[in-house]
């Protein structure tokens, strides 16, 4: 079964800080990696897309792939009081249903003021 | 433009009975996802519709449960005869499934169903 792990925290760092969220995966051949943003009681929300080795960065946030170690993480810079949620990471297979997204669990982060 | 919606937005029924969630994806995507996530869990996939057409339906978790795409638009998902079990977010998603790589899911709101 394929599947991707996160820590679930909770991970708490102060105003201004950078917040760092790992995840790994199994399936070796995966060639896509999202990072979906959740308040509580609301839906997933894209905050970024991954696709080669590396960093990419959108503003505050930096999302680093590895597809060696099989790793990806997102940073956030400056932390911010309205940064607290869950962040879910996802992964699309490879073959046949790289359609599908399978998340973690999501890592709920605290960001305290 | 409006993103997806799902309706209703709560949903409480009673072990046994027959319940109806709609979706009502971007308009112009083709592709449309309907995912389910408990308490502490991430969202977990039940089917895909490319179209009109259930693509993947792997994820639905037995035959009280299944949905349609009618006319490639809007999604029912049916669940007969309620479990306790049942009971969590049911969230659907849409895409414009331009290449399968780099295509993205966008989420609507989500039903949350509670079965007493």
């Known amino acids: 079964q394929k599947e991707v792990e996160q820590n679930s925290g909770p991970l708490s760092v102060p105003e201004g800080a950078i917040a760092s969220l790992n995840c790994t995966y199994s399936d070796r051949g995966s060639q896509s990696f999202f990072w979906y943003r959740q308040y509580s009681g609301k839906s997933p929300e894209l905050i970024m897309s991954i696709y080669s080795n590396g960093d990419k960065e959108d503003g505050r946030f930096t999302a680093q792939l590895n597809k060696a170690s099989q790793y990806v993480s997102l940073l956030i810079r400056d932390s911010q009081p309205s940064d607290s949620a869950t962040y879910l990471c996802?992964?699309?297979?490879?073959?046949?249903?790289?359609?599908?997204?399978?998340f973690g669990k999501g890592t709920l982060l605290t960001v305290n003021p | 433009g409006a993103g997806v919606s799902q309706t209703p937005s709560n949903k409480v029924t009673e072990k046994g009975k027959y319940v109806e969630l709609r979706c009502d994806p971007i308009s112009g995507h083709t592709a449309l996802y309907w995912y389910r996530q408990s308490l502490g869990q991430g969202p977990e996939f039940l089917i895909y519709f490319q179209g009109t057409g259930a693509a993947d339906d792997s994820g639905l978790p037995n035959d009280r449960f299944f949905a349609v795409r009618p006319e490639g638009s809007v999604s029912t998902l049916k669940i007969q005869r309620t479990e306790r079990g049942d009971s969590a977010v049911y969230l659907c998603?849409?895409?414009?499934?331009?290449?399968?790589?780099?295509?993205?899911?966008?989420f609507g709101p989500g039903t949350r169903l509670t079965v007493l």
């Open positions: 996802a992964v699309k297979p490879s073959g046949g249903s790289n359609y599908k997204l399978t």
């Open positions: 998603a849409s895409s414009p499934l331009y290449t399968a790589t780099t295509d993205t899911q966008y």
